[in-house]
């Protein structure tokens, strides 16, 4: 047939990037567009997709590169396994396709980074040494002051400015901070660690929320552990990883809400044990500019409210959280109803990165296309990038 174009296509690598993707066949073909009849015929190798079936199971499918897909066989790539130990074989099974392919780009801004990021930017972060036997309150008092961040200052803060503060906190010692839509029934953030480290955190949760998120993960990376974060009971967590996690999680809450003032603050105020109300956890989280269920794990630390209190209240405030979540995703829109593309960059993927791909571009050691892949967007919209670089 004129026109037509000839390739071939190895079943193997059309099943891998479905399986990496955590798709049945049925969901696949759902997704093609076709029978499931027809999709296994593909994975079998008894019949072809068109052409254009196959560039929509790379574009929209499977989110890969065509050229993967015409590869003779699968290309070598870390497992989730290998990349986070503490998730079971079962946990990595049940992960859902939306939280594996925030995993896999993740790990693409991390290779990139090594890619544009001059070797003499590698943070500071590395200096600050923790190992899971400190003691968690005196870390996060060192911390503090590794970041140069007085308590007052952080009182001092707009509620609506402080996740911003606080992420430019942990982006100036080296720690890059990415944003993206997550299931929040299955993740509130996670981690890669590197030379160039990692953070995601769910824009579906609330600010505050992920202000104890963010700080948790950079446990994770001080600990040199790559991290999952659910927040829930740990469930299947072996001890060694539910050991890590209360510990980060301690650490967190005590870097955030430090010790002495919290006990000055509950004395001030006649805390008595089991006689806590909400009002009193809300009283204490604007204070400090924090989630309210900061405040709890830290009247939790200290035996103030139960296990069955903290995780009943958490449920609910994190209900009410996403019932409140802002629609205009946290003001991204223009007046004119568009988006912002150099706000929108900007936000997702954090200032230092976005700086790191500009200037290697500006300094010709990418192309254009390269450009465009590695900020996710057309190359028009340099200008509105520059324009909130410089701002």
């Known amino acids: 047939m004129a026109g037509s174009i000839n390739f071939n296509l190895s079943p193997s690598v059309l099943e891998w990037a479905r399986s990496s993707m955590g798709y049945t066949i049925e969901q696949a073909a759902k997704k093609a567009g076709v029978p499931s009849e027809r999709y296994e015929a593909w994975e079998s190798g008894k019949k072809l997709p068109t052409y254009r079936q196959l560039e929509e199971l790379a574009e929209n499918v499977y989110k890969r590169p065509l050229a993967i897909l015409l590869l003779s066989k699968p290309p070598e790539e870390d497992s989730i396994q290998n990349d986070f130990r503490s998730l079971s074989n079962a946990q990595i099974s049940d992960l859902s396709p939306e939280l594996r392919l925030a995993l896999r780009k993740a790990k693409r801004y991390l290779y990139i980074l090594e890619e544009v990021a001059p070797a003499s930017e590698i943070g500071r972060f590395g200096q600050f040494k923790l190992k899971i036997t400190d003691d968690p309150v005196l870390a996060s008092q060192q911390f503090r002051k590794f970041i140069n961040l007085p308590l007052t200052e952080q009182k001092s803060w707009k509620s609506d400015e402080a996740i911003g503060n606080f992420q430019q906190k942990v982006e100036s010692i080296g720690i890059y901070v990415f944003k993206m839509k997550l299931p929040m029934a299955e993740v509130r953030a996670f981690c890669l660690t590197g030379s160039y480290p990692v953070i995601v955190l769910n824009t579906d949760d609330s600010k505050h929320g992920r202000i104890f998120s963010l ?133 997702e993927k954090g200032r230092p990165y976005v700086a790191s791909v500009v200037n290697a571009y500006e300094q010709g050691q990418i192309s254009s296309t390269d450009l465009s892949n590695y900020l996710e967007t057309k190359l028009s919209n340099l200008s509105k990038i520059n324009e909130r670089l410089n701002n």
């Open 215 to 347: 700080f948790h993960e950079v446990c994770h990376i001080l600990l040199h552990e790559n991290d999952v974060f659910n927040d829930r009971e740990h469930g299947k967590l072996t001890k060694k990883y539910a050991e890590i996690e209360d510990f980060c999680n301690q650490l967190s809450a005590s870097f955030l809400v430090p010790d002495e003032s919290f006990i000055s603050d509950i004395v001030n105020m006649q805390f008595k044990k089991n006689s806590i109300t909400d009002a009193d956890i809300q009283r204490l989280s604007k204070v400090y500019n924090v989630s309210n269920e900061v405040i709890a794990r830290k009247l939790l630390f200290r035996k103030l409210i139960s296990e069955d209190y903290f995780w009943n209240r958490k449920r609910l405030w994190d209900a009410a959280a996403k019932a409140a979540k802002d629609k205009q995703n946290e003001n991204l829109r223009e007046n004119d109803g568009g988006i912002n593309q150099g706000i929108k960059i900007i936000y």
